[in-house]
């Protein structure tokens, strides 16, 4: 098992940045795959993003893309989350979530597939 918390959350002003950090203890894998994912208050969990931490291949939602950008630090277990560009709509508390078993298919966007998650940090933007 892998023990994931999150950190970095606050609240931003619209076309700001923020990034938030996933920090990854226990039994640590090369194959394991970190996801992104974000939930708004009503609303289904939504994939942001992942990365494969044997090659640091990423992967984003069309929501996203263009504007978040995932990274990792291997000698800190950290996967960073940078949000640049951010819109009222990206308020949401953000999850990461990993999985040992997707990295033969690269990633998942569905929350069902990672068996390990953070507790959430919360991010606010505001118009």
């Known amino acids: 098992q892998v023990q994931l918390v999150e950190s970095g959350g606050g609240l931003v002003q619209a076309g700001g940045s923020l990034r938030v950090s996933c920090a990854a203890s226990g039994h640590l894998f090369t194959n394991y795959v970190m996801g992104w994912f974000r939930q708004a208050p009503g609303k289904e969990r939504e994939f942001v993003g992942a990365?494969?931490?044997?090659?640091?291949?990423?992967y984003y939602s069309d929501t996203v893309k263009g504007r978040f950008t995932i990274s990792r630090d291997n000698a800190k277990n950290t996967v960073y989350l940078q949000m640049n560009s951010l819109k009222p709509e990206d308020t949401a508390v953000y999850l990461c979530?990993?999985?040992?078993?997707?990295?033969?298919?690269?990633?998942?966007?569905?929350?069902?597939?990672?068996?390990?998650w953070g507790q959430g940090t919360q991010v606010t933007v505001s118009s």
């Open positions: 990365i494969a931490w044997h090659d640091g291949k990423t």
């Open positions: 979530a990993a999985d040992i078993r997707l990295w033969r298919k690269g990633y998942s966007s569905l929350p069902r597939e990672y068996h390990s």
